[in-house]
């Protein structure tokens, strides 16, 4: 089963930092944005979680939390978010278990060989917990901001 438009996020419950656990129930009443990103401390990856760091508050203002999946384990993802000082939690997916529910795995060329892969992705959850929009095979650029603006517009 995979995540669908309109359709609320199958149960699940993955660990993440701050000795949390991350499920569809960590956003009740609020606006949730899941974004995957292939590794910690890579430069796309750091810039794209720079980026939401930077415009966190602008997403506290429109009711959303914002929430970063990877493969990493925990003590990667406690690194990273300590060097980039990141306010908000990220999931270590281990074990690809929301990889799989939102479909983000895929075979991606490195270095002229066929690797698998987390494909950089976003998906928007709006306050009833249903999945409102998604972007896939995204480029970091202008990213961000495009995520607030609809995050702005849903209910």
């Known amino acids: 089963m995979t995540v669908e438009i309109g359709k609320p996020m199958p149960e699940c419950s993955v660990p993440a930092t701050s000795g949390l656990m991350f499920s569809p129930e960590s956003a009740a009443g609020k606006k949730l944005v899941i974004y995957f990103y292939p590794k910690d401390m890579t430069p796309g990856c750091t810039a794209e979680s720079g980026e ?6 602008a997403f506290t203002a429109a009711n959303t939390l914002i929430v970063g999946v990877s493969r990493d384990s925990l ?6 978010r300590s060097k980039l000082e990141l306010p908000f939690e990220l999931v270590a997916d281990t074990e690809e278990q929301l990889c799989q529910l939102f479909g983000v795995m895929k075979m991606k060329n490195m270095y002229g060989k066929q690797v698998r892969g987390v494909e950089r992705s976003t998906f928007l959850f709006d306050s009833s917990g249903k999945l409102a929009k998604q972007w896939r095979g995204i480029k970091v650029t202008g990213h961000v901001t495009e995520v607030l603006q609809a995050a702005k517009e849903t209910p």
């Open 52 to 57: 939401f760091r930077d415009h966190i508050d």
């Open 75 to 80: 003590k990667s993802h406690d690194n990273f």
